[in-house]
């Protein structure tokens, strides 16, 4: 029988459960029940982890270093708006960001003097990550679909000391198709119903979720990939990540992508070294999915990190899956 939490969506937990295995369905649950720590990413364009560290001792507010990621911090004794009271905070110097959400960009590795393309970048985390990374040098094309929120990304740009990244306010899914295949790395960290940020007894993490949404969120995931493959030149690579657990928008919308262009892709492995990673599922519910697919990794929710799914894939040379057919099926 089903475990139910009183405390999250039953229809979830079914869900849940019917797409992992008991030991890991509960494993999940059992990191939904208590909330996470702030953890903050220094901004190596404008100081380093030891200046910063130093920095934040002085207002007496303790961190821990992350062990996969040296840029990366745990805050042990503060919140969020005691953070960002800090001068360093207005000076940009750090950025409040989840560990997981940092995942995508390192995965992408994007590389000085690359054209990069994050196709749903606001509030700018990943954006900013991938330019202190390229070390403000290349060019970067930071989209957002909604006006409000790319200001807020354009605000992050700029006190993040970001110089190479442009922000067009576009409809993601037609951002492939008007500009062609002229990016080396894309970033789609893409809309999704979320799940890998419930807290167990918070409804605010989780009043939103429904299948309904979930299903919509599916056909919106396909449009983004297929446009954000569209962009990306013949040898480039595409990075698909969501905060989400399901299969159906993980797992799945790749092996949509997989089936829809066929030999033009192929799925790469995650060379991350993060614990309690899970790898992908090839398949769900007696169904197969694309063998490759155990190549992309799955985060659990734990006590630092929220859930997420992460898939490195490479445009083939000779590989030109934005010649298919324009629209794709949902």
Not at 138 to 161: H, K, M, T
Not at 187 to 193: E, G, I, K, M, Q
């Amino acid at each position: 029988m089903t475990k139910r939490s009183p405390r999250l969506p039953d229809a979830f937990v079914e869900r849940l459960y019917a797409a992992f295995p008991p030991a890991r369905a509960e494993q999940i649950l059992a990191g939904m029940r208590r909330p996470r720590p702030v953890t903050l990413r220094v901004n190596a364009l404008k100081t380093d982890v030891r200046s910063l560290m130093a920095h934040l001792r002085q207002a007496r507010i303790k961190v821990d270093r992350v062990a996969w990621h040296p840029e990366a911090l745990v805050v042990k004794d503060a919140r969020e708006r005691d953070l960002a009271a800090l001068p360093g905070y207005e000076q940009g110097l750090f950025y409040l960001q989840s560990l997981s959400s940092m995942l995508p960009p390192l995965v992408l590795a994007p590389q000085p003097g690359e054209r990069v393309l994050d196709l749903a970048a606001a509030p700018g985390s990943k954006t900013t990550q991938m330019a202190a990374m390229m070390d403000n040098r290349g060019y970067i094309l930071a989209n957002d679909a909604n006006p409000v929120r790319a200001e807020r990304l354009r605000f992050n740009l700029s006190r993040q000391g970001v110089t190479i990244a442009e922000v067009s306010v576009h409809d993601g899914r037609r951002v492939g198709g008007r500009l062609g295949p002229v990016f080396d790395r894309v970033l789609l960290d893409a809309p999704c119903s979320g799940e890998g940020r419930f807290v167990e007894g918070d409804p605010r993490t989780h009043r939103h979720w429904s299948e309904k949404l979930v299903r919509r969120m599916v056909a919106l995931q396909r449009r983004l990939l297929a446009s954000a493959l569209r962009a990306t030149r013949p040898g480039g690579v595409v990075v698909y990540a969501t905060c989400t657990l399901n299969p159906d928008e993980n797992e799945g919308v790749v092996d949509w992508a997989l089936k829809r262009y066929g030999e033009a892709l192929e799925v790469l492995p995650v060379a991350l070294d993060v614990p309690g990673r899970w790898e992908g599922l090839t398949e769900v519910g007696g169904v197969s999915l694309h063998p490759s697919l155990r190549l992309a990794v799955r985060i659990p929710p734990s006590p630092t990190m929220e859930g997420f799914f992460v898939c490195k894939l490479r445009v083939r040379e000779g590989g030109e899956p934005w010649q298919a057919s324009s629209r794709p099926s949902t």
